[in-house]
């Protein structure tokens, strides 16, 4: 069985979706409810793969919210992931994907010291973060939505928000590698980080986003921001093409102007439709068939029966392994989301 660990992109999210639900004594909760509420499986999901084979999942909700980060409730929102993992490991589930926000908070307040939750000890290969997909399904989209729109990769210029990130290295490392993309813009706050990917691709340059945005054709954003950016979308260059990887988006408003391209990024499109209600809840555009290429990659494992934590820690994916969930994901009927 497969598990997705997931949480909602806003408090007024969370209170919408809970009266949505029929729980209307969460719907009028402020954030420390939000905080003290513990992990629940509310949905159960039967996928079907074009091979015909047939998995089952649960999705388990956190409970984590961005406000948590934003106000500084640290406690609350390690103590969430924490929980939701070993909620899902108690349930039996073989492997969960740590969605959004989860796998950040983990790595960047190092949960890996905490095993023991209760009488639950943690077994960490049990879990992925689905980053490796999603990465792979970024540069699929790159590619060919870049070509929808006739912006020629070996003339273009790509900007990369969030270049530094477990998600944003493997990106530049697969565009480097993988294509003959002209220039690759590295855009982090870390300036060291940035040094070191620049060292290990042999190429890029390190520049500021306002300096960025008005030389991109393409910018991938996948910077790890709790709340989106504005952005000016007469100050890009037409056509532009933005892929917005964040969960929660990266791009703050909904840019519409002629000329600049909006692609949902890290978001697989299945073959066949899901039994889930949960992506319905996310508002995805198709529910039934669209959702996000982390949780993609623990049904992937699942169907393949590679139940180990594939991918695991910051800044270690390798092209080999985006080419390996890759060739899994279309064998079993996902593809990347295009225009
Ligand atoms: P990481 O924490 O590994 O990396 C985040 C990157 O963003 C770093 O380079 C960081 O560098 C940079 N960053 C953070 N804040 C800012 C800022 N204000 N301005 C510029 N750069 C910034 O995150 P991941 O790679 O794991 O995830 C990236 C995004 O992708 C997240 O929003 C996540 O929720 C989303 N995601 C989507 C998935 C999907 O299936 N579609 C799956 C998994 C994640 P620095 O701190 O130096 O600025």
Not at 27 to 43: E, H, K, N, T, Y
Not at 67 to 96: C, F, P, S, W, Y
Not at 124 to 152: K, M, W
Not at 157 to 185: H, M
């Amino acid at each position: 069985m497969f598990g997705l660990i997931g949480h909602l992109t806003s408090l007024e999210h969370a209170q919408s979706v809970a009266r949505e639900l029929g729980y209307p004594e969460y719907a009028d909760q402020g954030l420390d409810f939000w905080c003290s509420a513990p992990p629940q499986i509310v949905d159960n999901i039967t996928v079907t793969s074009v091979t015909g084979q047939k998995i089952e999942g649960r999705y388990v909700e956190s409970c984590f919210l961005p406000e948590m980060l934003a106000t500084r409730r640290i406690k609350a929102a390690t103590r969430k992931v924490i929980n939701a993992m070993a909620h899902a490991q108690k349930h039996g589930i073989d492997i969960t994907a740590l969605g959004g926000f989860s796998s950040i908070i983990f790595e960047n307040f190092n949960l890996q010291q905490i095993r023991q939750v209760r009488n639950v000890m943690l077994e960490f290969d049990r879990f992925t973060t689905g980053n490796t997909h999603t990465a792979y399904i970024i540069c699929r989209q790159v590619e060919q939505a870049s070509e929808q729109l006739g912006i020629n990769l070996s003339e273009a210029t790509v900007a990369v928000c969030g270049a530094t990130g477990d998600i944003g290295s493997a990106v530049c490392r697969w565009l480097d590698a993988r294509t003959d993309v002209a220039e690759l813009l590295l855009i982090a706050r870390n300036q060291e980080r940035l040094q070191e990917l620049q060292n290990e691709l042999g190429r890029g340059k390190i520049v500021g986003l306002e300096e960025a945005l008005p030389q991109a054709d393409i910018i991938v954003w996948v910077a790890s921001m709790p709340k989106g950016v504005e952005i000016d979308p007469t100050a890009l260059k037409q056509p532009c093409l933005l892929v917005d990887g964040g969960y929660p988006k990266n791009l703050g408003t909904k840019v519409q102007h002629p000329g600049v391209t909006v692609l949902n990024g890290g978001i697989v499109e299945h073959s066949l439709d899901i039994d889930w209600r949960i992506m319905s809840i996310v508002n995805m555009d198709v529910p039934a068939r669209q959702l996000f290429a982390c949780f993609a990659e623990s049904m992937l494992l699942e169907f393949e029966k590679w139940h180990t934590n594939f991918s695991w820690g910051r800044n270690r994916i390798t092209i080999e392994k985006m080419e390996q969930i890759g060739s899994a994901s279309v064998k079993h009927g996902f593809r990347p989301l295009l225009i």
